[in-house]
């Protein structure tokens, strides 16, 4: 029991395929993020948003397109996307303070045929 | 900017045994560091972080870690390792006044029966 949820756990698309990730936290946290984790890879912060607002674009490409309704949720949009973006990608939230530490889900399995 | 070092990436021991997994850090300001442990299909579970005060940080599942300032490191260590502490380590940093957390490559602890 994490308190964030995401689904669905895995998804295999085709790269002209257009599908979303979803991610839900529980925790009355006011910032979340995107990450991906490749194998062998640091882990890649890709997007933050704090009271709903985006404050970190990390040079991802427009093919990912992220989206907070409200500090509950959080999607990634996913359009044309490409073999190498095949990675385990993880959602996180945390209270907007230095000190506080990320919570994250169990992330969605990614695979690009 | 920030970052960190885990220089091992697999650190082998025998069950019953002390364990320390390895970070080294680089960042501007005073650090936040934490850890996290990553099981199979799982996410990122916070085990422990250092901010402020004693040197010696107790955390969850009988994990501690050592800070030490001159050396700009933040050492993993249990004294006695069990199987089921098998799992990937993240180290992480954060600066003060900079939202962005920056991840170690991560090490695979193997505890031998």
């Known amino acids: 029991e994490t308190g964030v949820t995401q689904t669905p756990r895995h998804l295999v698309m085709g790269m002209t395929n257009k599908k979303s990730l979803k991610c839900e936290q529980h925790?009355?946290?006011?910032?979340m993020y995107w990450y991906k984790q490749s194998a062998k890879k640091p882990l890649e912060l890709m997007f933050v948003y704090n009271f709903k607002e985006q404050t970190e674009n990390n040079s991802v490409p427009s093919r990912f397109s992220p989206e907070c309704p409200n500090s509950s949720h959080l999607f990634l949009h996913l359009h044309t996307l490409q073999p190498e973006d095949s990675a385990l990608y993880l959602c996180?939230?945390?209270?907007?303070?230095?000190?506080?530490?990320?919570?994250f889900g169990d992330g969605t399995r990614l695979s690009i045929l | 900017a920030q970052s960190v070092a885990q220089p091992e990436d697999q650190v082998n021991v025998a069950e019953g045994n002390p364990l320390t997994v390895k970070c080294t850090y680089s960042v501007s300001g005073n650090p936040y560091l934490f850890w996290y442990v990553q099981y199979p299909n799982r996410g990122l579970q916070f085990l422990l972080k250092?901010?402020?005060?004693?040197?010696l940080v107790k955390g969850s599942y009988g994990f501690e870690a050592e800070f030490n300032k001159s050396q700009t490191s933040f050492h993993l260590k249990k004294p006695s390792a069990l199987v089921s502490d098998s799992a990937l380590y993240f180290c992480?940093?954060?600066?003060?006044?900079?939202?962005?957390?920056?991840f170690g490559t991560g090490t695979k602890l193997q505890v031998i029966p």
């Open positions: 925790l009355g946290h006011n910032a």
């Open positions: 250092y901010i402020t005060g004693d040197n």
């Open positions: 992480a940093v954060r600066a003060g006044g900079y939202q962005k957390v920056t």
């Open positions: 996180a939230s945390s209270q907007d303070s230095q000190d506080q530490p990320q919570h």
